[in-house]
């Protein structure tokens, strides 16, 4: 069965430092969203791409974070520098279509990145 | 202002017996809603959704119920199982957003008991 596969599953890092999350969509999966989960909420929206371009980056902290996809397949998010307060599960999903439907556009979710900052 | 809230951080059942987990939303534009499932150590996992010109899906032992008038959804379990406990997760999908990413809820802790 395809699966989203994050990169690395934990990271711990010091304060100031950067750090690099990888994701591989389920091939043919146009759409690839970040989300961060903080301890005790729901996921939240980072970015969203539509193949190599950002769709919606409004909740994104563009002074430390950046995400790029771009040859519309893989993608990275980045934090520099990492602040205590971006400790976090990172989780990864892509989808089929750009256009929620009930057959086509189900997210599915990678198993996440786990970021400690000490 | 949250505008998916799962008002219960927990529930507890006995296996065989009926689950329902509850979710509100104040956002009257919603057009989807989706129900996830997530395991420790795990992504969530899609379970069950629902179209707003919809008031029930059933699949399975999973069947979620939209009262748009109430702005609240319900999803029910029936029987439960162990395999079951989890922390669940309402969503909430708003056409003519810039994107088409979720509006999750804090997520309810379901705990069976054999």
């Known amino acids: 069965e395809a699966e989203v596969a994050q990169s690395p599953r934990y990271k711990i890092t010091e304060k100031s430092q950067a750090v690099a999350f990888w994701c591989d969509p389920i091939?043919?999966?146009?759409?690839l969203y970040w989300y961060r989960q903080i301890l005790g909420q729901g996921p939240e929206l980072l970015v969203q791409?539509?193949?190599?371009?950002?769709?919606?980056d409004s909740q994104l902290p563009k002074d430390r974070f950046s995400a790029e996809r771009l040859k519309g397949v893989d993608s990275t998010l980045k934090i520099q520098p990492a602040e205590l307060g971006d400790s976090a599960m990172y989780l990864c999903?892509?989808?089929?279509?750009?256009?929620?439907?009930?057959?086509?556009?189900?997210?599915?979710f990678g198993a996440g990145t786990r970021l400690s900052v000490l | 202002d949250q505008q998916v809230k799962q008002n219960s951080p927990s529930l507890s059942v006995q296996e065989g017996r009926i689950s329902i987990l509850n979710c509100d939303y104040t956002?009257?534009?919603?057009?989807?809603f989706l129900w996830y499932k997530k395991y420790p150590a795990e992504g969530p996992t899609f379970l069950i959704s629902?179209?707003?010109?919809?008031d029930k899906n059933e699949d399975g032992r999973f069947t979620v119920f939209l009262n748009k008038s109430a702005k609240h959804l319900s999803l029910h379990i029936v029987p439960s199982q162990p395999g079951d406990s989890a922390v669940y997760f309402c969503?909430?999908?708003?056409?003519?957003?810039?994107?088409?990413?979720?509006?999750f809820g804090k997520g309810t802790t379901l705990s069976v008991s054999s």
């Open positions: 091939s043919g999966h146009a759409t």
């Open positions: 956002n009257s534009m919603f057009d989807y």
């Open positions: 791409f539509q193949d190599e371009s950002v769709v919606d």
């Open positions: 969503a909430a999908s708003e056409p003519g957003r810039a994107g088409t990413a979720l509006i």
């Open positions: 999903a892509s989808s089929s279509t750009g256009r929620l439907s009930l057959a086509k556009n189900i997210q599915y």
């Open positions: 629902i179209s707003s010109i919809k």
